[in-house]
C-alpha cells in the first residue's frame, strides 16, 4: 500500500462546506447560522480555495450573494451543485490519501455514510463524494467508493501514519457490525496507509450523535502532540470519563516508546439549548487550514486560554477564533462542518 491518509495540516488546495438550506434540521436557525459560513469562508479563502456544496442552483444563487456582499473574493470559491440532507461536511465528505513516493498523486475514498448509524436521513449526503469529484477533481487522481462506513470526524493521523480513533465510535454495531477491531485495523491499514492504531477507550460529550468522535475530544498536532480537552469540575458529568481519557493518553507510547507530548485544553461552562439538553461545546473542534487554526469559541471565560493553548501545538499557524454558539445549537461544532482537500485535489487549483 503506497498512499496514506495525509494529516490536516499537510498543504491544501481548499477546504469544503457542504451549505445549512431550508431543508434541513437548519431551518430555524438559518439567521444566526449562515453568518458563522459566511465568516468561515472569508477566513479560508483569505489562504486557500473555498468548496461550497450548494443543494440547488437557487441556493447556489444564495450563497454567491452572501458572499460578495462580505465582499469575499469569488475567485477563491469553487461551487459544487449536488442536492444534500444536512450539511456535515466532516463525516459525509472524502478522505483523501497521497501516495508515499508522489504526493501529487491523490486516492480520494468515498466512505460509505450512514447519518452515525442511521440516526439521521443521509442518503444525499452520501452521494455528495462523487458530485464533488466529477465536477471539481484533477483528471489523475483516482476516486474509490468503498462499502465500510466511516467517518471523518471518526480519525485522526499524524505524520507516522499513526492513526488514532475511538472504540466507542468504531467499533458501534451501527457502523460495520461484522467487523471487529482487527479487521477495521487491517482495512484502515489498507486504505488509508495506518501504520498503528491509538484506540481511545474513554471520553464523550453530551449532546453528541456521533458516538465519541475522535475530533470532539483528542487531536493530533506535528511533533508526536496530542491534544485533548480537559475536564476539571469534578461536579461535571463529563469529569470522570475524561480523566479516564487523559490517563490512557499519558499512556500511549511513539514509535519511539517515548510518551506523547499533551496539550491539554480547557473545558467551556455547559451550554443548553431552549429545551435544557445539553449542547457538545468543545475547542477540540478545529480545523487546520494553511497557515493558520480556526478555533471554535463560545463566548465563555475560557475562550482565550483555547486559543492560547492550541497556539503552543501549533506555533508556525495563526490561531484564530470563530463564535461557534450557533453551530452547537445543532449539536456539532467547526471541525464536523468542513473537509479539508489536500494540495492536487482541485482541477486548475495553482495559487
Same mark, same amino acid.
Given at each position: 500500500?503506497?498512499?496514506?491518509?495525509?494529516?490536516?495540516?499537510?498543504?491544501?488546495?481548499? *477546504?469544503?462546506?457542504?451549505?445549512?438550506?431550508k431543508h434541513t434540521?437548519?431551518?430555524?436557525?438559518?439567521?444566526? *447560522?449562515e453568518p458563522v459560513y459566511v465568516e468561515l469562508a472569508k477566513h479560508i479563502t483569505h489562504y486557500q480555495f473555498l468548496v461550497v456544496v450548494a443543494h440547488d442552483e437557487a441556493l447556489k444563487a444564495h450563497i454567491t450573494a452572501l458572499l460578495n456582499q462580505a465582499n469575499i473574493n469569488l475567485e477563491r470559491v469553487h461551487f459544487v451543485v449536488t442536492p444534500t440532507n444536512d450539511t456535515w461536511a466532516r463525516d459525509h465528505g472524502p478522505l483523501t490519501c497521497a501516495n508515499i513516493n508522489d504526493?501529487?498523486?491523490?486516492? *480520494?475514498?468515498?466512505?460509505?455514510?450512514?447519518?452515525?448509524g442511521n440516526k439521521f436521513e443521509s442518503t444525499l449526503d452520501n452521494q455528495i463524494n462523487k458530485a464533488v469529484v466529477e465536477q471539481l477533481s484533477h483528471a489523475n487522481n483516482d476516486y474509490q467508493a468503498l462499502d465500510m462506513v466511516l467517518e471523518g470526524g471518526g480519525i485522526e493521523i499524524n505524520e507516522h501514519? *499513526?492513526?488514532?480513533?475511538t472504540s466507542e465510535c468504531l467499533l458501534n454495531k451501527n457502523r460495520n457490525p461484522d467487523l471487529s477491531s482487527q479487521d477495521i485495523e487491517t482495512l484502515l491499514k489498507t486504505h488509508l496507509g495506518a501504520t498503528d492504531f491509538l484506540w481511545v477507550d474513554h471520553g464523550y460529550l453530551a449532546g453528541d450523535d456521533t458516538d465519541s468522535h475522535i475530533d470532539t475530544l483528542v487531536r493530533f498536532a506535528p511533533n508526536n502532540t496530542l491534544v485533548y480537552v480537559q475536564c476539571d469540575d469534578e461536579n461535571d458529568e463529563h469529569f470522570t470519563a475524561l480523566k479516564a481519557m487523559e490517563n490512557q493518553l499519558k499512556s500511549f507510547k511513539t514509535a519511539g516508546n517515548t510518551p506523547y507530548t499533551l496539550v491539554e485544553l480547557p473545558w467551556p461552562?455547559?451550554?443548553?439549548?431552549?429545551?435544557?439538553?445539553?449542547?457538545?461545546?468543545?475547542?477540540?473542534?478545529y480545523l487546520i487550514i494553511n497557515n493558520a487554526v480556526l478555533v471554535p469559541t463560545y463566548n465563555d471565560v475560557n475562550d482565550d486560554r483555547a486559543l492560547a493553548q492550541v497556539q503552543i501545538a501549533y506555533p508556525q499557524h495563526t490561531i484564530i477564533g470563530v463564535n461557534c454558539?450557533?453551530?452547537?445549537?445543532?449539536?456539532?461544532?467547526?471541525?464536523?462542518?468542513?473537509m479539508q482537500l489536500p494540495r492536487g485535489?482541485?482541477?486548475?487549483?495553482a495559487q
Open positions: 500500500m503506497n498512499f496514506r491518509l495525509l494529516p490536516e495540516w499537510a498543504e491544501q488546495d481548499a *477546504v469544503m462546506l457542504t451549505w445549512p438550506h434540521d437548519w431551518a430555524d436557525n438559518l439567521a444566526r *447560522v504526493e501529487t498523486k491523490l486516492k *480520494v475514498y468515498d466512505f460509505t455514510f450512514n447519518g452515525w501514519g *499513526v492513526l488514532l480513533t461552562k455547559a451550554a443548553y439549548d431552549d429545551e435544557n439538553s445539553r449542547l457538545p461545546a468543545t475547542y477540540a473542534n454558539q450557533p453551530i452547537i445549537e445543532q449539536f456539532g461544532s467547526l471541525h464536523c462542518i468542513t485535489f482541485l482541477a486548475g487549483a
